[in-house]
């Protein structure tokens, strides 16, 4: 299937690496990724090419800190000041980028993990941009207590080691915990996926697990403290569709703070909020043993949402 990368110029001026899978034919939709901490978008290609024979196409942009993206930054890290604004610009400029190749064609949101978390801060301020948006590995805490809890450990991290400094710490109260629940394990990222090879794949590349910045937990922890904010997801269109998707043994969510992420969505006025929880399956449904059912699925509902009539 066609596949082709550009750069992509952000806001402040940053390039943004970004990658496009695109059908033969004009696409009749196009998904927007945005994709996890400390992975890439070139991982989504298998699920592009499955889009793409289907007649949509998919952009996915290295996230700052990220991928390709990072070769005009540092790996792990957003940037020194005002990371989260910027990432949240940076899908907005994508999709920008989008609207000016396709003005006519429906966009929607892929958002996976930390991506879903942007996304949503993203969904806050340009609902109106898209068709749809599919927030996939996500999580919610209705109490803010945790993310204050988390921010303290990353300032007290960031004095002890630099803004730009890796905290150990860090990443073991997070990845190191969510590994603790596979049983038996194989390698530090099982809790990613049941098929050993995917996790393996993950394992291999150089551009994939790595720790990042105290800043950039700075930054995430307070997008976070925005986002479980129910007044604040009150912004997002009511009308625009949603689908909070992810594994059971996910855990990042632990399977029940999904149905928890859709409750809070519709308490906040979301009148199209869709739940698809699969069992027995960890992170990264896109690279999980059911993977065939799951592209199958967000296919089923993409086409959904494109029937409901919405503003461009």
């Not at 805490?141 to 007290?156: C, G």
Request: proline letters at 4%; hydrophobic letters at 40%; a neutral charge.
């Amino acid at each position: 299937m066609p596949h082709s990368s550009f750069w992509l110029q952000a806001t402040d001026g940053t390039s943004l690496y970004v990658n496009q899978w695109l059908p033969a034919q004009a696409p009749r939709a196009v998904l927007m990724l945005a994709h996890g901490m400390a992975e890439h978008s070139a991982r989504y290609a298998r699920f592009a090419d499955f889009l793409n024979l289907h007649g949509i196409g998919l952009f996915g942009h290295d996230q700052r800190g990220h991928g390709q993206t990072a070769q005009h930054g540092l790996l792990g890290h957003y940037a020194d000041h005002h990371g989260w604004h910027k990432v949240v610009g940076d899908l907005a400029c994508l999709n920008h980028h989008i609207r000016q190749q396709f003005p006519r064609t429906p966009i929607l949101l892929f958002g996976h993990s930390m991506g879903s978390y942007i996304g949503m801060a993203y969904l806050m301020q340009h609902s109106c941009s898209l068709q749809g948006a599919i927030l996939s590995g996500s999580n919610y805490q209705a109490s803010p207590l945790k993310y204050l809890a988390a921010r303290s450990i990353a300032r007290l991290e960031s004095l002890r080691l630099g803004r730009r400094g890796r905290s150990r710490l860090l990443n073991w109260l997070t990845f190191g915990r969510f590994n603790q629940a596979c049983q038996p394990r194989h390698s530090a990222f099982d809790w990613l996926s049941r098929d050993a090879a995917e996790v393996q794949r993950y394992l291999d590349d150089p551009l994939c697990g790595f720790l990042c910045t105290n800043q950039l937990w700075l930054d995430l922890l307070g997008g976070l403290l925005q986002i479980s904010q129910v007044e604040q997801l009150a912004q997002i269109d009511p009308q625009l569709p949603l689908l909070v998707t992810g594994g059971q043994c996910d855990p990042v969510s632990q399977g029940r703070r999904l149905q928890e992420l859709a409750e809070a969505l519709r308490l906040a006025g979301a009148q199209q909020v869709s739940l698809h929880v699969y069992e027995q399956a960890r992170h990264e449904l896109l690279n999980e043993i059911n993977r065939q059912q799951v592209s199958e699925d967000l296919l089923a509902w993409i086409e959904l949402a494109l029937q409901h009539p919405r503003c461009h």
